[in-house]
Structure formats: C-alpha cells, structure tokens
C-alpha cells in the first residue's frame, strides 16, 4: 500500500450514505481489510475537514482511505459500541476489546485490545490486532538460534529463578513471553499472570488485569497471587523498585517468575536491575537468563513479506554470576558470555543480512549501539 499525501482536496473520500447500515459496512470494509492486508494495528484518526484509516503493515504505517469528516465520530461510535466503551465520554482515554473476524470459508476470528485517545480534531482510536497460532507460540519458530532455545528450555524446566526478557516497545517482547507460558502450559502447574492490558488469552493460565483505578497494581497483585499457590507467575512489566523486588522475592521463594523489562540489551539490564535498588548478590543467584530482541524486516521471502525476530540470551552461567559479583563492566561481562556461548543480536543480524536475509540498513538502524 502507497502511503498517500494528507491534504483537504484528495479525492479518495468515500460515498455519501449517512444510514446506520453504512457506518457498519464502513467498519466491516476496514476490519477484514485488515484481517487480509495482515495488519497488526489499524489507527482512526480526526484531521479538520476529514479522517484518515492507516494500518501498521510489518512495521509501517500505511494509508488505507480517507473518510468524511461526519463519519469519523460515527465509526469512533461504532467501534466503542463494540469494544463496550463509553460512547459520551471523548475527554479520557478509554481501554477496551473486541473481536472482528471475516466471514467467508477460511474463517478468521481475532480478538482486539482497542485504546482511544483525544486529540486535537477530534478522538484517535488504535485497534491491537492480537493473532494467535501455535506456531506463533511455539518456541522453535520465534526466531531464537538453536543454542538459544536449549538454553530457554534448560532455564524453563527450573523451579524457580526470574527470566527477563528486554527490548523496546513493539519488539515482541509480550509474544516471547507468552510463548514461555505456551510450553510450560501443562495441567501440573499453576500458571498466573499479571498484564495491562491481558493482550492474549491463554487457556490454562490464571490472567489478571493491571488496573490501578480498583486498586489492582502490580504490587497488591503479586502479593495477592503469592497466596494463591503459584508454580509460574509471569509479570507483564517491571517498571519500579516495587515490581523489581517482589519479583525477586517471588524466584527467591521457590517460584518460576518471567517478566519484561525497558533496557537496550540483555548486558545492560544488569544495570537496571541495580539502579532500581535490587543488590548485586540477589541479581547474580536469581536470575536464569536475560533475553533482549528486535523485530527487522524478513528479506527472505518476498512473496509474503514479514518481520523476524532477532534475539540475544544471555544465559547465567557461573562465570557470569562471579563477574556481576565482582561488579565488572558491560564490555567485560560481553567479552566473558561470548566465551560461554553468547552471541550479540549485532552478530546475529550480520549472519542474517549476510545470508540475504534482513537489510544491512536494519543493522544500522535497529540493533542497540
């Protein structure tokens, strides 16, 4: 899809129909282009005089069509009908989900997290579409090397200890951890999450929603699931010294903890675990693995466009442990994982973009410096 220019006189504007029945086909039209454009996010957006549909096709933002002014606040009607908002209040943002599925023999049923947002013109809805297989779940098909899955499945046969997996917002790091609690998805263990928002809905896995306005913060939750007799508890965030220290506590207590965490790499959440106030000893004797990745656009089938994953797993070997010990630095600690097996995602993408792959521009522009 040709990203098209955003002026008033574009003659890309829809037909006149101002019936109920053509906001619905209006929103149908948009939700199954999306289910075949493989679309992984569809923005709603108010300009002055007309509104604009883009989707978020392997990474990019492309335009869909323009719409008419008027029928920018009768599908943001339409959509918090569905997603069960509240259609009067267009001052704060709101959090919802619908489903939107296509109708015809191949049928395709996708839940939606739906997020709105006041602007200037007037209110902005994104739609999270959340597809799901088992092979999307599937550790072996996520884009770890081989050295790297046995070292994720060694670490999730363990009772206890806290996996963190790094990266930016959009890099798939919720995926990954979804796909940790798809393999350990087995009737002898009870599994718990905490999210915000839940994006995937797992059978066999006791989720709970982050929601601070009733009280539900990642602290009170974690304490409350502590008493619920948890093998695994995946912790969507950990954002403060709070989070970061009940997370500890929990591996420390005979649970298998996973969580996430804002950092460039899997060498510098070290780092970050210290500057949230977690100590030096507790780092090095609880933690399993540290996972960061990057989603790059896949070169290597041009026929059905795609992005890869392209992962770092710093496994907690013994050696690793003593040097965070001994408080070495990011390069020193590199210089000793890559002894142990560690291989950088900068090296991992050069093999790629090598074997034509990924784009050498991907190297540049998306791995951590």
Known sequence: MTALPLNQNSSIFQTHDDTDQYIIR?????????????????????????????????????????????????????????????????????DGRLLIQNNGPASIQIDCRVSTMPTL?????????????????????????????????????????????????????????????????????????????????LEGVNQVAYHPKAGLNFGVIIRALLRQDPDVMMIGEIRDRDTASLAITAAQTGHLVLSTIHTRNAISCIGRLRHLGIETDL??????FISSQRLVKNLGDLNNPSRIAIHEVLAFTQSIKSAIQKNLGCDELELIAKKDGFVSMQEQAKILANANMIDHESIKFEMPK
């Open 26 to 94: 209006l929103w149908d039209e948009i939700s199954l282009a999306a289910i075949q454009k493989n679309t992984s996010d569809i923005h709603i957006e108010a300009y002055q005089y007309f509104c604009v549909v883009r989707f978020r096709i392997h990474g990019d933002l492309c335009l869909f069509k323009k719409y008419r002014k008027v029928d920018h606040l009768r599908l943001i009607a339409r959509v918090k009908i569905l997603a069960k908002l509240d259609i009067a209040e267009q001052r704060l943002p709101q």
């Open 121 to 201: 013109y007037g209110e902005k809805i994104v739609i999270r579409l959340l597809r799901t297989t088992n092979n999307e779940l599937n550790i072996n098909q996520i884009g770890f090397t081989d050295y790297q899955v046995k070292t994720v499945k060694d670490s999730l046969k363990q009772k206890n200890g806290l996996i963190l997996v790094c990266g930016p917002t959009g890099s798939g790091k919720t995926r990954t951890l979804y796909s940790f609690l798809h393999y350990l998805n087995q009737p002898h263990l009870n599994l718990c999450s905490i999210e915000d928002p839940i994006e995937i809905r």
């Open 283 to 288: 780092i090095a004797d609880n933690i399993l």
